[in-house]
């Protein structure tokens, strides 16, 4: 019985597999009470019970409300909230920027395809924490102060203390005109599904679009005007009302953008330029134009070679806000070392930092793998 089961490859590969997880076990259990006893000796006092006590730190930007006497799990939760936020501005305008850069990059113009080259090279082989710092340092250091800022278009300014934009303003009723932009969402697809038989498909969204429009202006009317434009005015020695937007913000956002542009793009090419050419051509005889072959049909089957790589892009994209943190913008990791310096507690709040990190690259990876699995090809 026992020859038999040495000779087993089954029966080896068992015994080498529970070997390898006592081990990993017994590996962490050491880590784990030498982490203890040398916190012990030390007398550092571990445990989450700092979490509710008040912070009494500010944030100098938050997308959430936030005080000095909140707690510091809700100072974590700003942290997690500024960095989702920077990473899902970052990740739309990166890859509307990277479809423009492959584009031009596949463009039969030379001029344009070498320039769209070039930006890829040079925006790849330049670390992004020189690329973030240079941003930073060009927004407070070259733009006028608000009294002379830079108008870049009605309503939109730029100066050293940032860039200052029109805001939406929310009355009594806006709940209810949320509620009917929804509606006229659903009127709109409705409405384009039974044009589809008789319009052309251009002609189908374009109705649908003036439909949503049209509800929603209606509704707008309707309940009052709930919704509007403040715009920034020059009061002083800075700008009053609007939005503003911080140079770090800005700074963190037109470097993160940039460079995840250049990577992005060269995804989408790659997986442009692996469809067969044959496509190409059947779509030309069939009388298509160059844009309706590259988004009716080579799209649709580059997007099966596009979103692996561009997942891996994306989980990138939300790690490297960590490096916000070299321009003085609020994210997690800044939170964590505020909290760290004020507290000690180094051990659990890296843990939190660790935790939410991987929370979010899983969920990340859950969508995108989800979605791919929607687009695959099934074969039969």
């Not at 920077?86 to 423009?100: D, F, H, K, Q």
């Not at 203390?161 to 806006?174: D, E, I, M, Q």
């Not at 930092?353 to 074969?379: D, G, H, K, P, Q």
């Given at each position: 019985m026992i020859t038999s089961l040495w000779y087993s490859?089954?029966?080896r590969g068992l015994a080498i597999q529970i070997a390898l997880l006592g081990g990993l076990i017994g590996f962490a259990w050491w880590i784990g009470s030498n982490t203890v006893d040398n916190?012990?000796?030390r007398q550092i006092k571990t445990g989450f019970d700092f979490l509710t006590a008040p912070a009494r730190f500010p944030i100098s930007e938050t997308v959430v409300t936030y005080s000095p006497d909140d707690s510091f799990l809700w100072a974590y939760v700003v942290g997690v909230a500024n960095t989702l936020w920077l990473s899902m501005i970052t990740i739309v305008l990166?890859?509307?920027g990277g479809l423009c850069l492959a584009l031009a990059r596949l463009s039969s113009h030379p001029l344009l395809s070498r320039l769209a080259s070039g930006y890829v090279t040079l925006f790849r082989n330049i670390p992004l924490i020189v690329q973030l710092l240079f941003f930073y340092g060009l927004a407070t250091s070259v733009f006028p102060p608000p009294s002379r800022a830079i108008s870049v278009m009605?309503?939109?300014?730029?100066?050293?203390?940032g860039v200052y934009?029109?805001?939406l303003t929310l009355g009594p009723g806006s709940g209810l005109f949320l509620v009917v932009c929804c509606l006229a969402v659903l009127t709109a697809v409705l409405a384009r599904r039974s044009l589809r038989k008789h319009l052309s498909a251009v002609s189908s969204v374009a109705v649908a679009v003036?439909?949503?429009i049209g509800i929603c202006l209606l509704g707008w009317l309707l309940t009052g005007r709930p919704v509007g434009l403040e715009m920034p005015m020059l009061k002083g020695l800075n700008f009053q009302g609007g939005l503003q937007l911080s140079p770090e913000f800005s700074a963190i956002i037109i470097g993160l953008t940039l460079y995840t542009s250049a990577f992005a793009g060269e995804v989408i090419r790659g997986g442009v330029e692996a469809i067969n050419k044959g496509q190409w051509e059947g779509g030309r005889a069939l009388g298509l134009s160059e844009r309706q072959i590259l988004f009716r049909i080579i799209m649709p089957q580059a997007l099966r070679v596009i979103v692996p790589p561009m997942t891996s892009q994306y989980l990138s994209t939300v790690k490297n806000t960590t490096l916000a943190v070299a321009v003085g913008y609020p994210e997690l990791g800044l939170v964590v070392n505020t909290v760290i310096n004020q507290t000690g507690q180094a051990l659990e709040s890296i843990?939190?930092?660790?935790?939410?990190?991987?929370t979010i690259s899983l969920s990340v990876s859950l969508l995108m793998n989800w979605y791919n699995a929607r687009i695959a090809l099934?074969?039969?």
């Amino acid at each position: 019985m026992i020859t038999s089961l040495w000779y087993s490859s089954k029966a080896r590969g068992l015994a080498i597999q529970i070997a390898l997880l006592g081990g990993l076990i017994g590996f962490a259990w050491w880590i784990g009470s030498n982490t203890v006893d040398n916190l012990i000796e030390r007398q550092i006092k571990t445990g989450f019970d700092f979490l509710t006590a008040p912070a009494r730190f500010p944030i100098s930007e938050t997308v959430v409300t936030y005080s000095p006497d909140d707690s510091f799990l809700w100072a974590y939760v700003v942290g997690v909230a500024n960095t989702l936020w920077l990473s899902m501005i970052t990740i739309v305008l990166a890859t509307l920027g990277g479809l423009c850069l492959a584009l031009a990059r596949l463009s039969s113009h030379p001029l344009l395809s070498r320039l769209a080259s070039g930006y890829v090279t040079l925006f790849r082989n330049i670390p992004l924490i020189v690329q973030l710092l240079f941003f930073y340092g060009l927004a407070t250091s070259v733009f006028p102060p608000p009294s002379r800022a830079i108008s870049v278009m009605p309503g939109v300014y730029l100066s050293l203390r940032g860039v200052y934009a029109p805001s939406l303003t929310l009355g009594p009723g806006s709940g209810l005109f949320l509620v009917v932009c929804c509606l006229a969402v659903l009127t709109a697809v409705l409405a384009r599904r039974s044009l589809r038989k008789h319009l052309s498909a251009v002609s189908s969204v374009a109705v649908a679009v003036i439909v949503w429009i049209g509800i929603c202006l209606l509704g707008w009317l309707l309940t009052g005007r709930p919704v509007g434009l403040e715009m920034p005015m020059l009061k002083g020695l800075n700008f009053q009302g609007g939005l503003q937007l911080s140079p770090e913000f800005s700074a963190i956002i037109i470097g993160l953008t940039l460079y995840t542009s250049a990577f992005a793009g060269e995804v989408i090419r790659g997986g442009v330029e692996a469809i067969n050419k044959g496509q190409w051509e059947g779509g030309r005889a069939l009388g298509l134009s160059e844009r309706q072959i590259l988004f009716r049909i080579i799209m649709p089957q580059a997007l099966r070679v596009i979103v692996p790589p561009m997942t891996s892009q994306y989980l990138s994209t939300v790690k490297n806000t960590t490096l916000a943190v070299a321009v003085g913008y609020p994210e997690l990791g800044l939170v964590v070392n505020t909290v760290i310096n004020q507290t000690g507690q180094a051990l659990e709040s890296i843990l939190i930092m660790l935790a939410v990190f991987l929370t979010i690259s899983l969920s990340v990876s859950l969508l995108m793998n989800w979605y791919n699995a929607r687009i695959a090809l099934v074969e039969r």
